[in-house]
């Protein structure tokens, strides 16, 4: 498969060229060339098949022929060591657990996925990469854990000092091996901007071979797909109209979904469930695109003011706005509202969420009044834990820590602090020695 540039203005790339760069040299993101629907006799044969095998038929065409099918069938089984249960809330709504891999966290099987493929493509190379990524908390530990171990790959985790929660900075810091976790005296957009200026830094990339490992990389994206595949073998028996509330922040994960779609998985409607970073429930009510600053809530994996994977999704539906429409709703909710959700699915459904994963069950709910017979899945996208604070005072409730959880805890933390540029570009330029 070779991919494009959603700006126009640089050479195609194949799967593995697409993966290494990250981003386009004009800046756009990858978009396949192609998407050939599944046959008819795959989802007829859908019940008969494991994970691993509807990974696999999911997933052949965007990668091959730079990842022989031996070596996928090995990435994907080490990819999807962890279980993806359907959890039903009542007659029309059930949740898809996203949170059972090791950092409890969806963003795990796009980690997985991508460190293994940038391994594989970079085994027989004397040049290691390193991947820099800047974290506001659930992309670094998924990274971080997800590389750990990988040969001929360094990670650089960027993270704002003080504005994580201690298990985020415990995953992030205790891995060691591979792995550099550095606290910035600053906030989330200082960090991001660090790593957008060492990409463009000439005396950096003469050096080293620079990458990034956010949703914008196809190799994180694009395995997102397999959740939507799983649900369905779950469910398809007993709904036959399914439809998936997502989380959304850089809507990659929702991208992912209309993927699936559009290799003829039968999903019904999609609804883009929002807190109050709202650019895209504007969008579908007045057609008109405004990004914004983003605000901090709750559900705060999702602040973001100006989502980066929204420009594939008016790819898929060839910038046809009534195209869109008729496939997505999307909805926003405060985090009042939120909290409300958290305790009704506690109090009413013995099910404690998390806040990424109540708003997604508000989605559901604005949906279903409008369709009341359809099956509304939302996707529980990080395990409660990883909200303590918030979680544990809405329902006046102790959550246990999970063995993932506890076992990073007592770990001793290692970190680098910085304070500017330069201090980030001496550790990197340490590491290539
Ligand atoms: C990243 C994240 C999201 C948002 O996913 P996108 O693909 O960026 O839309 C939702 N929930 C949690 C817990 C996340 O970590």
Not at 43 to 66: G, H, M, R, T
Not at 292 to 317: C, H, L, W
Request: charged share 20%.
């Amino acid at each position: 498969m070779n991919y494009y540039s959603l700006n126009k203005k640089a050479p195609n790339a194949s799967f593995k060229a697409a993966v290494i760069k990250g981003i386009a040299p004009d800046k756009g993101l990858y978009f396949p060339e192609h998407i050939t629907r599944l046959p008819a006799s795959f989802f007829e044969n859908i019940d008969n098949l494991s994970y691993e095998e509807i990974a696999f038929e999911a997933i052949k065409q965007f990668v091959s022929p730079d990842i022989p099918e031996d070596v996928l069938k090995t990435i994907i089984a080490e990819t999807l060591s962890f279980d993806f249960p359907i959890a039903k809330i009542n007659e029309n709504v059930s949740t898809l657990e996203l949170f059972h891999g090791p950092t409890m966290a969806f963003k795990d099987v796009g980690a997985r996925f991508m460190a293994r493929c940038l391994g594989y493509f970079n085994q027989n190379n004397s040049e290691e990469v390193t991947v820099l990524v800047a974290t506001s908390g659930d992309t670094g530990g998924a990274v971080a854990n997800g590389f750990l171990g990988v040969k001929g790959v360094n990670v650089v985790i960027l993270y704002p000092s003080g504005k994580v929660s201690d298990i985020q900075e415990k995953q992030l810091t205790t891995l060691k091996q591979n792995i550099t976790a550095i606290e910035v005296d600053g906030v989330f957009d200082d960090c991001q901007d660090m790593v957008k200026r060492a990409f463009l830094d000439e005396e950096l990339t003469s050096k080293m071979q620079l990458t990034s490992a956010n949703s914008i990389n196809v190799a994180r994206w694009l395995p997102q797909m397999f959740y939507f595949f799983f649900a369905y073998k779950q469910l398809y028996k007993t709904h036959k109209k399914i439809v998936f509330s997502v989380p959304s922040g850089n809507f990659g994960n929702i991208c992912a979904g209309m993927m699936a779609q559009q290799l003829g998985l039968p999903i019904y409607h999609f609804v883009a469930s929002n807190n109050e970073n709202n650019v895209v429930t504007e969008y579908l009510t007045t057609k008109l695109y405004q990004p914004k600053p983003s605000v901090q809530t709750i559900s705060n994996a999702m602040d973001v003011g100006n989502p980066s994977n929204f420009i594939r999704i008016q790819e898929i539906y060839k910038n046809d706005f009534d195209a869109l429409k008729s496939n997505l709703s999307s909805y926003s909710f405060s985090d009042n509202a939120t909290r409300v959700a958290l305790k009704e699915l506690y109090n009413n459904f013995k099910y404690v969420a998390d806040p990424h994963g109540a708003v997604g069950y508000l989605g559901c709910k604005a949906y279903l009044k409008e369709d009341t017979n359809a099956h509304c899945v939302f996707l529980e996208t990080a395990h409660p834990t990883k909200f303590l604070d918030v979680v544990e005072e809405v329902i006046s409730k102790t959550i246990a820590l999970p063995p993932q959880i506890e076992a990073v805890m007592d770990q001793e933390k290692k970190s680098i602090s910085i304070t500017n540029y330069e201090d980030l570009k001496t550790v990197l330029l340490n590491t290539v020695s």
